[in-house]
T-cell receptor, first 115, second 111 residues
Framework: GAGVSQTPSNKVTEKGKYVELRCDPI?????LYWYRQSLGQGPEFLIYFQGTGAADDSGLPNDRFFAVRPEGSVSTLKIQRTERGDSAVYLCASSSYVSRGHTQYFGPGTRLTVL | KNEVEQSPQNLTAQEGEFITINCSYS?????LHWLQQHPGGGIVSLFMLSSGKKKHGRLIATINIQEKHSSLHITASHPRDSAVYICAVSRTQGGSEKLVFGKGTKLTVNP
């Protein structure tokens, strides 16, 4: 079946602009995660959804970042007033349930470049 | 200090060599994951383990819970194994579960 998909694959924007990054998880997966990976670093947790609700948003760096998952499937990560430091690969992952570290399936990521 | 430390950061090997990548962690975990990331960003889960040892083809992962240490071994390495290998631990906090990642080990296998 289809894996996790993310769109766009690349996004170039100017400082101060608003961007939306989309994640389509594997069908039926109730848990969805957003991570951010800067060059040369491992991914860092941003936010986790269980169903429609954000169960843990402790990784969001500040209030410019927001994510939604209104129907418990597709999720959108929204970044307002982008800054150059937001440039990174944004990764989405999904899993079938959260129990004892269930395997997460990753999307290909969206490479965001803020000029 | 990072919660998850990997070593080495970079590793270059000749085709056919036996490779070991190490991961140490400092927090309580529910599971440990080994992930593979190829250039371009795609991440693939190789192993998830909470005890003992797992094997898949030429890959072997072990974990020692008491010592908070895991190793990923690659036997008979091949140039197509070249990738970044990332160790991550699952932490359950307040009902949510998140992965905490190491910085990764960049492996280059030369023919």
């Amino acid at each position: 079946g289809a894996g996790v998909s993310q769109t766009p694959s690349n996004k170039v924007t100017e400082k101060g602009k608003y961007v939306e990054l989309r994640c389509d998880p594997i069908s039926g997966h109730t848990a969805l995660y957003w991570y951010r990976q800067s060059l040369g670093q491992g991914p860092e947790f941003l936010i986790y959804f269980q169903g429609t609700g954000a169960a843990d948003d402790s990784g969001l760096p500040n209030d410019r970042f927001f994510a939604v998952r209104p129907e418990g499937s597709v999720s959108t990560l929204k970044i307002q007033r982008t800054e150059r430091g937001d440039s990174a690969v944004y990764l989405c992952a999904s899993s079938s349930y959260v129990s004892r570290g269930h395997t997460q399936y990753f999307g290909p990521g969206t490479r965001l470049t803020v000029l | 200090k990072n919660e998850v430390e990997q070593s080495p950061q970079n590793l270059t090997a000749q085709e056919g060599e036996f490779i070991t990548i190490n991961c140490s962690y400092s927090v309580g975990i529910s599971a440990l994951h080994w992930l593979q990331q190829h250039p371009g960003g795609g991440i693939v889960s190789l192993f998830m383990l909470s005890s003992g040892k797992k094997k898949h083809g030429r890959l072997i992962a072990t974990i020692n819970i008491q010592e908070k240490h895991s190793s990923l071994h690659i036997t008979a390495s091949h140039p197509r194994d070249s990738a970044v290998y990332i160790c991550a631990v699952s932490r359950t906090q307040g009902g949510s579960e998140k992965l905490v990642f190491g910085k990764g080990t960049k492996l280059t296998v030369n023919p």
